[in-house]
């Protein structure tokens, strides 16, 4: 196949670095550049350990960007907009890992940031990011923006049964996150001593990965209530929800299976984990370190007329710098696992 | 005061030594014995190396069980209830840490524990444990079952608003859990490889808990719905339910406040944490380690007619030990918070 | 006993904190004042979660300080020889956790802290605060300074063996230190992604602590040579030094315990860990937490002519806090363990 | 190039796991057995949870084993000598990563192991595994023993140092280990309540490995002397030493740079990791996870004269499977690092 030559916009974060890693052992990728304002003509390998010896690219400037077949842009929310312009100039196609062409519609952008949008006649030239449920889009799409983490492993988990009418619409989101959705830079609640060990309930209510959950599943259930609950956890990589849901009249877990498998049987990174003995009997964040994979396990109660719903992804794979190269593949008619066979670790 | 003797069956286990970490400093305790079958005529320092040198207790066996005031029973489920009327000709009064007596209805029990009650006459002659909500009966009291660690901190959490009538009867409990609750036999899925890390939902609906729960609360809100899921993370020790519930229409965040407040401003191990700012903004486990405290904070959202309580403990403090000594402390007259005073640490 | 009135400066740092927390429940203490130049007239439980509605004290502003019976400075390096002066004024008798009054010569002072001594008239001043070597001088005291943590484990655990004559001068310590060493600032080495799970060697050589470990052992062994290495683990609070020595020749088992014994039999504050059975043979740093305790244990190899010794304390108690409380005890003639009971949890 | 047959005997365990993990991928094996005595039968996914969907092979009975290439002997320690005849029947070529065949002197083998060795006549026949010291032989092996973690990790650190005669033969080795090196067998120690956090020393002197490193070093330095003392800490996966040299007369840094270039220049998997600023300037086990590196560090002391070694690998990767592959690579004549790419990850 045709090597195309790819650069990323703000690689010295840990999306960045990430996609970086992945990007360095695909077989159809040449990487041309991957720029830092920060980091300016320091060895990657300063910034991402884990790539010294492998590469010996160093950081560029955003100044000197030059023209590229696709760009990865891994900018801070709100600082993507600003750029995103410019950068349509360099790259013939883009794939964005923030927030800021994520929502179709500049209201309900405006609603959840607090800020108006700066381009929002470009929002509806962005594909969201989903192979799963947007793989025939991406595949012609010039403009892909990846969903948020949460959002990725929410809607992945609940749309099999939001679209096989299955579940009430009123559904509770409780995410176990991790230190590395942080981002990089230190702060006091970041600081080691400070962080370490803790089940830290840093967003209760109103999290704005809702409005991309909502944006995604009411298509296919009108009036779908989201509320997520976020807690951060001893953790540095990794994301497990549990979704509280209730099941409709007569639902049985056969149909709860036939779903899934109706939507997920035949994509290469969808699993069901859902098993009666051992110690990984539903989804584990730890297992999927590194992977692209979405695991899913569900547990239905007569008792308490209820289903809990469980998905598990790891935040720099699947949710964002796997769900990346995912979409790459697709938009270059690459088979789409390329680049993404890890298959992650155990023991971790 | 006048001190009296107490002893401890199963002192071995993690709620043991615990217990008999705070009653070693108790000032008018004076600890006669404590059992342990396996590891009859050993010191106490070899299985809590905590208290080496801090006391030079060896381990009795259950068979030469002396009489005293106060015997605190901290055996395997189902193993209390089958000595409970031979432990009674040897103390004036008990307290039962484990599961065995704190349900009141027989056929509860065998719902929930899958086996019919031994010694079902007894039921009705126990006292839950929790001082908020018993503290009068506990005072009069030969008998108390101390409550599970997530019914205690679900109960003391959810307790002021049912009462007062601020919440919708449909109540989802997402527990995080410690590896401490597991007590100290080793598994494979306790094996720290395994066990390091996890986000594991070990007991998705259907928690034996909710029984407790329900119990307590019911006399407040008929028909109250209690659904638990149980997901163990990387902790030692600690315990934090986040409480999804729907606020009734018009409840404020004040009407929440006074709910609070009216049933805990006075209660010296009950605080509320509710900040705007700084790293410890909702309760948080590790800094209750080794405390008696219950900490509880709440999230309503207009947006989302939702309110989210956060509510934890340390779950052999408050959750075990620290409720039985502070029951002990009713029990016989002395000041409540004796021998419950370590404020936890920070950091740790 | 009379209470005396005490004061903090710089009690928003880990070390201030712990110290509070101790001298909260000192019987013999009244703490007027913590002060803070960043967090003046903030409560201090905003700072130290674990202290709220323990003390309803407010940070005070340096500038407002009292006079009072004794004083604790807790401020950093450096910063402490610049307001001695002043602070002596306010106090009869001052207690400084810091490292700038630990070394007597003002040569050795410059040699490793690359600055000259501002005060060094006043070095002569202060007694080193280990109690095991200094008790008596530490009676009568009006200045005390505090060792640093890896120093006094170190010193610690050598001193019987070197006073004894017991082995060779040649020593080699591997400290295996703890995030909360760092205090409470953060930085990029100490965000979360990024520390977590570290075995991170820092100081591979030449560390400070080497000159105070030097001064106070090298009475007993002339030309001792101390070499450390620091290397900081996934953890937050605790120290353990393996120490690398070689015994004299015919040195026995039995003459190390001896020598331990003869030193230490009395002390309050430690315990010889040696045990061929269970988890914790040798000693553990998290059973320290929050006490006062340095545990120590060794072993001696026929075939590799060699001793280990191994030397653990909480950073933040016998290495700061608890040392300093000790101190305090000590200079005021209460029984030396007053205030320093906790005994440490398991498991934790 | 062909592709070659290959089982596992032992394919449960962790070494066996991580082996199969990476032999799925390698592009020239075809995995024909892999077995486990307990689990026969069993999906592998069951046992090693990141293999799910990977691969559908289950576990056959040893009893069943087919003739093939390659044999991998993953069994514990004194099993693999006692079937090693019976096994070298099965295949041309065997890898064996015990203990049994990894010292040539039977009597050093008693002396260690405390149990006479069962196949004596065979110890000449295997060929040490590591591949920077013995690939010569190893391409040219019928049988290879792979080295023990800790011993991996030391050699490799020490051979250029020893070999160019710049250290003195009195060598201390401060091993820092991880908890998957215990095996996936759970004891009372491996009890997450218990071995959380810990900072334990189980094996201060006399640690076996030191016979293997002995063996593989003294052809440099006659009557070298090694003495390792191990402890395992909150780690599940990694290995780090800290050697503690003196260096001979004279002997500089840049003496030390040039025998580590002169040896490792080329090696694909050895990095020399020495940096003034940043958060990783030394090895650091962390993110090796999953990969073959063996990354090292130094720091020399005029003031102390003395010389500090730091070593790290993957106790799994490098320290057992990873070097087994890379062994296989050798003797059937692949690219080295094929199967092996993988560089490792940050975050994490």
């Given amino acids: 196949m045709r090597k195309i030559s790819v650069s990323i916009i703000g690689a010295s974060g840990y999306a960045g670095g990430e996609l970086l890693r992945l990007l360095l052992f695909h077989p159809y990728v040449s990487i041309s550049q991957v720029t830092s304002r920060k980091f300016t003509r320091l060895e990657v390998g300063e910034i991402h350990p884990n790539l010294r010896k492998v590469t010996d690219l160093t ?12 760009l990865f842009v ?19 196609k883009i794939i964005d890992l923030g927030a800021d062409f994520r929502l179709r519609d500049r209201k309900v952008f405006q609603d959840w940031y607090h800020t108006p949008h700066i381009a929002p006649e ?19 799409a010039k403009y892909v923006a990846c969903a948020g983490c949460e959002a990725t492993v929410s809607i992945l988990t609940l749309y099999p049964l939001v679209k096989h009418g299955l579940i009430d619409k009123d ?3 409780d995410a176990k996150m991790s230190s590395s959705q942080g981002g990089n830079s230190p702060t006091h609640s970041s600081h080691h001593p400070e962080r370490s060990g803790v089940v830290r309930t840093y967003k209760p209510t109103d999290h704005r990965h809702e409005a991309e959950i909502k944006q995604e599943l009411s298509p296919f259930m009108k009036d779908i209530q989201i509320a997520i609950t976020a807690t951060t956890i ?3 990589r990794g994301l497990l929800v549990t979704i509280h849901a209730k099941p409709l009249a007569g639902v049985t877990e056969k149909d709860i299976w036939k779903a899934y498998r109706s939507e997920y049987q035949n994509e290469p990174f969808m699993r069901i984990v859902k098993k009666t003995t051992g110690n990984y009997r539903y989804p584990e964040p730890k297992i999927l370190v590194g992977t692209n994979y979405c695991d899913i396990g569900f547990a239905l ?4 007329n209820r289903l809990v719903l469980i998905g598990a992804i790891d935040n720099l794979g699947k949710g964002t710098a796997g769900q990346a190269v995912q979409a790459m ?15 992650g670790l155990h023991p971790i």
């Fill in 59 to 70: 950081f560029s400037s955003p100044a000197d960007l030059k023209k590229c077949d696709l």
């Fill in 74 to 92: 891994a900018l801070p929310n709100s600082v993507s907009m600003e750029y995103m312009k410019d950068l349509q100039i360099k790259a013939t």
């Fill in 122 to 140: 470009m929002l509806s030239t962005f594909i969201y990011g989903i192979a799963e449920l947007h793989r025939k889009d991406i595949k012609k």
């Fill in 171 to 173: 559904i509770i989101i």
């Fill in 234 to 236: 001893e953790m540095v």
């Fill in 301 to 304: 109660s007569k008792r308490e």
């Fill in 329 to 343: 593949n697709l938009m270059f008619g690459y088979p789409e696992t390329t680049g993404l066979e890890f298959p």
